[in-house]
């Protein structure tokens, strides 16, 4: 059964850390690009990084650049994003994306994940 399963959200305060996960089965990830998107209350989900098939490249929101780290795992088949210094408008539901192409736009994605609730509050 072809799955992607997120795992490692919470509640924390502003300037904590969290480490999300991005499990596959049923495919390979390391063949696939993996998006990590979000979505807040009343907002648009928004893509905030991405990293490429085989790990080569990765790309981030401008928002969140320099705070979250996108990596992959190839011998767990899962992909991580490495959160810290979490401002409360992080809150939102992340979910990860599979697609056997490219980072960037024009391609949809393949699989997706349920979701796991981020809620940054003092």
């Known amino acids: 059964q072809v799955q992607l399963v997120e795992s490692g959200g919470g509640l924390v305060q502003p300037g904590d850390s969290l480490r999300l996960s991005c499990a596959a089965s049923?495919?390979?990830?390391?063949?696939?690009?993996i998006g990590w998107f979000r979505q807040a209350p009343g907002k648009e989900r928004e893509g905030i990084s991405c990293?490429?098939?085989?790990?080569?490249?990765?790309y981030y929101l401008d928002s969140v650049k320099g705070r979250f780290t996108i990596s992959r795992d190839n011998a767990k088949n899962t992909v991580y994003l490495q959160m810290n210094s979490l401002k409360p408008e992080d809150t939102a539901v992340y979910t990860c994306?599979?697609?056997?192409?490219?980072?960037?736009?024009?391609?949809?994605?393949?699989?997706w994940g349920q979701g796991t609730q981020v809620t940054v509050s003092s």
């Open positions: 994306a599979a697609r056997p192409s490219w980072c960037g736009d024009g391609i949809p994605y393949n699989f």
């Open positions: 990293i490429s098939k085989y790990g080569g490249a990765s």
């Open positions: 049923g495919f390979t990830l390391n063949d696939y690009a």
